[in-house]
């Protein structure tokens, strides 16, 4: 029995080169050969019906996108059941409640509740072990702890995860001011951290799958108050947690980032 990615392949083969004109019809009406003869005669290059150039113009993309086709055979609805069965074990796994990490060496799915909701190419790993992400201005905070988690193993960096409350916590929002929105402690993360924010706000709308990420992972770590910032590593380990708003703006705060083991 073929496999899923084999069916897959031969259906957008299929399409992408179009229907072959039934037995005896001359594709661009001069004069090609009849019957099974002239099906082989219009689809191979040298020998196709003048001014037919499909297959020789789709050639070359064609083989591209052939090579893709173990990555793009896992799709979005999948089962893990499924996706094991296709690619095999992962290189790597990455769970966060509800949501799994599979790593493979042309793939990076991620899965919520068992079924994929997300398929992309892996993350070429960078120069050094804690590569920057280019520029300045402010910290870059993510929102999606799966890309976050991505960004710390592709860089082999620390992940710094801020349960906050935006729009109604005073602390929050006086910590916000004198370390996190500071140039000092942009600087600092860009080169050593990967910045992951979850927000539980009173009075702003948030899409129903950030609410339920960030509920998962505050019950995961365990976080009662705000602000919090939990250290994590790579695979989502502990390294250290920080509770409530911190004195000494952000010197002692990072100080404190580098000391924890």
């Known amino acids: 029995m073929a496999s899923n990615q084999e069916t897959r392949s031969a259906k957008f083969l299929g399409w992408l080169m179009g229907p072959i004109p039934p037995s005896g019809e001359d594709p661009a009406g001069r004069g090609a050969p009849r019957g099974a003869a002239g099906r082989a005669a219009w689809s191979l290059p040298g020998a196709r019906p003048a001014g037919h150039n499909g297959p020789v113009k789709l050639a070359i993309p064609l083989l591209a996108v052939l090579a893709l086709a173990p990555a793009l055979a896992v799709t979005i609805g999948d089962t893990l059941e499924s996706v094991v069965a296709e690619k095999g074990q992962p290189l790597s796994t990455a769970t966060a409640g509800s949501v799994r990490i599979l790593t493979y060496p042309d793939a990076v799915i991620r899965l919520k509740d068992g079924v994929v909701v997300s398929v992309r190419a892996p993350e070429k790993p960078p120069a050094g072990p804690a590569a ?130």
């Open 132 to 261: 920057a992400p280019p520029g300045n201005g402010p910290a870059v905070w993510e929102t999606d702890a799966g890309a976050a988690m991505d960004q710390a193993k592709a860089r082999s960096c620390r992940v710094l995860i801020l349960f906050t409350g935006s729009d109604w916590c005073p602390w929050c929002k006086k910590m916000d001011a004198e370390v996190y929105s500071r140039p000092e402690f942009a600087s600092f993360s860009r080169r050593e951290l990967v910045l992951l924010k979850l927000d539980f706000p009173r009075h702003t709308a948030q899409p129903d799958a950030l609410r339920r990420q960030n509920a998962e992972l505050r019950e995961r770590y365990g976080v009662n108050g705000f602000p919090t910032a939990v250290l994590v590593d790579a695979a989502g380990r502990v390294v250290t947690t920080i509770e409530g708003y911190q004195q000494g703006g952000p010197g002692r705060f990072i100080e404190m980032l580098r000391s924890a083991n």
